[in-house]
């Protein structure tokens, strides 16, 4: 199982952005989505889908969707061919909000940023007669109050994990950025064996993380679930039904690893009663998760 996941909030078009996504791609899969009735906020919509071997969630709710998507947190793609850039870009500029043309660019025989039809920004790049390790890379840009602190940030998320490492990290030259705070202009690095990268904006820029695009963690066991959610939680306000928010603002969510197996495959009764337990936690429990599940095990029996 991915251990990381994009994990997104959009409006009332979680399973439409889903298909979207998996029809434009070559290598993908919809894992499957479920529909989770009468919670506070109304019917929640999930779907779970990949592409180029990136595990996404998609999450709509009857109700506009609290929180917008925004070039903070985007997925870049590594194209290997004129073609395929082309045709990624047509689709996901289609009705969407172009921020960096598709051109030549200094650092790039071929690039392009774009907020697609949903607001999910894309990074297009391409790399001919490259075989990228990973197709596709969550991308952090610190702006606003954060714009600077990007290396700050890989730093502690690369000490958060046992598997996770600085790869790369470059500086802005003299008088190449526009706001004084930004130092990093690329920076990449793995949690547990998955590529990121970081970069301040070089213009300070006012995008801001929000739960609109959260980082999911899958976790093996509550050890793990305690440890990093002690390590990661900054504002106790911000800490609801296995969400919290670190130190740079950014949101996260902590998931026991078998509760997506019970969220996509379990029956509607199993889905409903164990989210109900889900919702009155703050950080994730498992052993009350485990006893919704031997519950209804005994009323099917």
């Not at 009155?280 to 009350?288: R, Y």
Request: charged share 25%.
């Amino acid at each position: 199982m991915q251990k990381i996941t994009p994990h997104l909030w959009l409006d009332q078009e979680a399973k439409a952005a889903a298909l979207f996504y998996t029809s434009i791609f070559e290598n993908t899969h919809f894992v499957g989505s479920t529909t989770i009735k009468d919670t506070p906020s109304g019917e929640i919509e999930i779907s779970v889908f990949e592409l180029e071997a990136l595990r996404f969630y998609a999450m709509s709710t009857e109700a506009e969707a609290p929180f917008k998507l925004n070039a903070s947190l985007s997925i870049t793609v590594a194209c290997t061919t004129e073609k395929e850039i082309d045709e990624l870009w047509e689709a996901l500029s289609q009705n969407g909000n172009i921020m960096m043309p598709l051109q030549a660019y200094p650092f790039a025989q071929k690039y392009g940023w774009v907020a697609d039809r949903y607001g999910l920004s894309w990074q297009l790049m391409l790399q001919e007669n490259v075989v990228p390790k990973q197709k596709m890379t969550i991308s952090f840009l610190f702006a606003g109050d954060g714009c600077g602190r990007a290396e700050e940030a890989a730093r502690f998320y690369t000490n958060l994990f046992p598997q996770a490492k600085i790869l790369t990290t470059s500086y802005y030259s003299e008088g190449e950025a526009k706001s004084p705070q930004a130092r990093v202009n690329y920076l990449s690095f793995t949690l547990e064996g998955q590529a990121f990268t970081a970069m301040d904006h070089g213009y300070g820029g006012e995008e801001t993380f929000n739960e609109a695009f959260s980082i999911l963690v899958h976790c093996k066991d509550q050890k793990e679930i305690d440890d990093l959610w002690r390590r990661l939680s900054a504002d106790p306000e911000n800490e609801a039904c296995g969400w919290l928010k670190d130190r740079f603002g950014v949101s996260w969510q902590l998931m026991p690893e078998q509760f997506e197996k019970t969220l996509l495959f379990g029956s509607e009764k199993l889905v409903a009663e164990t989210f109900k337990v889900f919702s009155t936690m703050k950080k994730p429990d498992i052993k009350k998760l485990e006893e919704v599940q031997q519950m209804y095990e005994l009323s099917q029996e």
